[in-house]
């Protein structure tokens, strides 16, 4: 796998690549979840590009991201003999101006996550969108677990003629239900068992009350439970963690 950490090597070594292009974004702290998408693109296209860049925009919180997990070492070494090429920019590369341009929507990207995270869609949608004009890949894949980030891309892409199409792939689970995360590797081994009862009664419970009191009776602290373009959604949070899924 080659690795670009420059984006002017990168530019100048795509403008000469002619194969069919995947592209998979992530933040890093690759799991079993974020190589089902690297495998679904090596499948798909002749060469596959993975993006490992943690966003700062899309952090509302700085704890949040200060906390967030880097393991660039480990991660290239996962990727090796499943990707083609690595492209892992500075933040200093991606935003040398800092973060006066954005791409900002004004409808989907205020509820659920977002009214929880102000600001958050607008960070995501901003690098997505510098992301894809980087890599002009033919398709993109992205997780269902980040069910809102997926319909918004879906939307911007749509709505701003890109030509990449995105790829929605289904939720990897554990064993036990839970779906993988980057985040998961910060719960504790009590918190751990836990969350396995978060996707359990999100799918189980008859009702949205239900499920909040349920969760709550459980001791997740439930940001929102809600019905929405035919799925059931939630967020919760065990102690400083914050989980989120979709059924
Ligand atoms: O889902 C993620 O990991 C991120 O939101 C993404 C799409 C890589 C943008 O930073």
Known sequence: ????????????????????????????ALHPGHLALVQRSHQENSKTLVS?????????????????????????????????YLLAPSAAQMYPNG???RV???????????????GHFD???????????????HQAYFGEKDFQQLQLVQGMVSEFFLNTKIVACPTVREADGLA?????????????????EFPHILKSAPDLSQAQSQ???????VDYVQEWRGRR???????????????
């Not at 860049?53 to 990727?79: E, G, K, W």
């Open 1 to 28: 796998m080659r690795v670009f950490r420059d984006l002017s090597e990168w530019r100048q070594f795509r403008s000469q690549l002619e194969t069919s292009l995947g592209f998979v974004p992530t933040m890093g």
């Open 52 to 84: 490992v860049f943690v966003n700062p925009t899309q952090f509302d919180d700085p704890t949040d991201l200060a906390a967030y997990p880097q393991t660039l070492d480990q991660d290239i070494q996962l990727l090796e003999g499943a990707a083609d």
């Open 99 to 101: 973060y006066h341009y």
């Open 104 to 118: 900002s929507e004004d409808e989907v990207s205020k509820q659920l996550e977002g009214a929880q995270r102000p």
């Open 123 to 137: 960070g995501m949608l901003t690098v997505v969108m510098k992301l894809l004009n980087l890599a002009q890949a």
């Open 180 to 196: 993988m995360s980057s985040r998961n590797r910060r719960l504790t081994p009590e918190q751990r068992e836990l969350a396995a």
């Open 215 to 221: 969760l709550e009776q459980q001791g997740f602290a």
């Open 233 to 247: 959604l939630g967020a919760v949070r065990l102690g400083q963690v914050r989980l989120i899924d979709n059924l």
